[in-house]
């Protein structure tokens, strides 16, 4: 039975979560704040966290801040509901999805199951191989990325972007595609997630040498991953 840890301070919210997930096959712990998450993560594994951006006394933003800093554990954030900002500021940090508030239940257990099918899918793949578009090369065995030899650190889910990407390098491919093959959900025209995590890619990839973008959009089609530059290898 995979664990969950809920972080929260709406005690009643934890609860009834609590007793919709454990419906749902899942053991779930609870935190009313931030301060103990890092010591929970520790003492036991949980497969995932869902982490409230508004906590007393130290933000979930503090807090996942301190996780990624020291593991992979698939985060979901639960945002106040319209607030893009936090919902970009925490992807932009490593967050696995968002949801946000109020948010039906059923919804919030497809958002998991999806993030737990996509960390399953990738810890499951049988001895890919090397990935390589001018100076860029993707390693799908040891998941490490490297730009003009150096190493480039990336989330977990903007590596599996960048792998669909690399994978159709020089042909479009649609945002739906995107989001069923990299977050592991079916698409919808309002969810501008998979957008934010391009955004966040391109930032960390910058231009090729003669200034044009590796990763283009292409209106009314998605994203395309650009063959370098004739006569350049950057």
């Known amino acids: 039975m995979e664990r969950i840890l809920v972080v929260d301070d709406d005690q009643e919210l934890c609860s009834l979560l609590a007793e919709y997930l454990e419906t749902e096959g899942f053991a779930v712990e609870a935190l009313f704040d931030g301060r103990r998450v890092r010591e929970k993560l520790l003492a036991g594994r949980f497969a995932l966290v869902v982490l409230d951006v508004m906590l007393p006394g130290r933000s979930g933003f503090d807090v996942l801040r301190e996780l990624r800093s020291e593991s992979d554990v698939p ?3 639960l945002t106040a509901r319209g607030d893009d900002v936090d919902r970009i500021v925490g992807l932009e940090m490593g967050a696995d999805d968002y949801l946000p508030k109020p948010f039906n239940p059923r919804e919030l257990v497809a958002r998991i199951r999806a993030i737990l099918r996509r960390r399953r899918s990738e810890s499951g793949r049988s001895t890919p191989g090397l990935l390589a578009v001018g ?7 040891g998941r490490s990325v490297r730009l003009a030899g150096m190493p480039l650190d990336l989330t977990t889910v903007e590596f599996s972007l960048l792998e669909e990407l690399l994978r159709a390098a020089g042909q479009p491919l649609s945002r739906e595609k995107l ?9 919808s025209p309002f969810d501008r997630s998979i957008d934010v995590h391009v955004s966040n890619l391109r930032k960390k990839l910058g231009r090729y040498g003669d200034g044009s973008e590796r990763i283009k959009t292409l209106r009314g089609e998605g994203y395309l991953y650009a063959l370098p530059p004739e006569g350049s290898s950057s």
């Open 75 to 77: 985060v979901l954030m």
């Open 135 to 141: 100076d860029l090369e993707l390693d799908q065995g």
């Open 179 to 187: 989001v069923l093959s990299v977050l592991k959900r079916p698409y």
